[in-house]
């Protein structure tokens, strides 16, 4: 069965650093694109960005680059988004999920990691 | 970024009652469009692609028609499973963007 299974919920003051994750299975994860989603209540659902396993090219929204950064262990079939000074404004559920392409639909969705940041 | 808006942002209906939800967006996309399904406390659920194009496992009453700037999702007879909020989704541009949602509850 092809899913992704995601790190369990994080609560964080301001200003402090967190990583979570997105492990892969069931697929071959080096061929596929990963990316990653958050939703809020006040904005919805707002498309950060994606990697690419197989040589870890990355494509950010203007409204997350340099806000976040996403990463990738090719050797434990993770991806990873990390925070270096979390905000009260980054407060939201995170959603991996796998496009069928870089620019493409998301087939495949982990369950979500709920960041609390206060 | 494009934008995407979708009407109504709630609607409520009868099991078997045909439902249709617009999605309109502020450029043309082709048909690199999908519909999402997202139940409370669950990830979304890709139902439609490519404007039209049923994901497997998804029942025959969804489907998505359209091109360009407006596109519409439409279950044919509304299930008591169905009651879930839709999201509209372009992937014709960076960044992708996604509609505010559609709350479809059952009367």
């Known amino acids: 069965e092809v899913q992704l299974v995601q790190s369990g919920a994080e609560v964080k003051k301001p200003g402090e650093s967190l990583r979570i994750s997105c492990k892969g299975s069931g697929y071959s994860f080096s061929s596929y694109w990963i990316g990653w989603v958050r939703q809020t209540p006040e904005k919805g659902l707002e498309w950060m960005g994606i990697i690419y396993p197989g040589d870890s090219d990355t494509r950010y929204s203007p409204s997350f680059q340099g806000q976040v950064t996403m990463s990738i262990d090719k050797s434990i079939r993770t991806a990873y988004l990390q925070w270096s000074s979390l905000k009260a404004s980054d407060t939201a559920i995170y959603y991996c999920g796998r496009p069928i392409g870089d620019l493409d639909a998301f087939e495949i969705w982990g369950q979500g990691t709920m960041v609390t940041v206060s | ?107």
């Open chain 2, 1 to 107: 970024d494009i934008q995407m808006t979708q009407s109504p942002s709630t609607l409520s209906a009868s099991v078997g009652d045909r439902v249709t939800i617009t999605c309109r967006a502020s450029q043309s996309l082709s048909s690199r469009l999908a519909w999402y399904q997202q139940k409370p406390g669950q990830a979304p659920k890709l139902l439609i692609f490519k404007a039209s194009n049923l994901e497997g496992g998804v029942p025959s009453r969804f489907s998505g028609r359209g091109s360009g700037t407006e596109f519409t999702l439409t279950i044919s007879s509304l299930q008591p499973d169905d009651s879930a909020t839709y999201y509209c989704q372009q992937y014709n541009f960076y960044p992708p963007t996604f509609g505010q949602g559609t709350k479809v509850e059952i009367k």
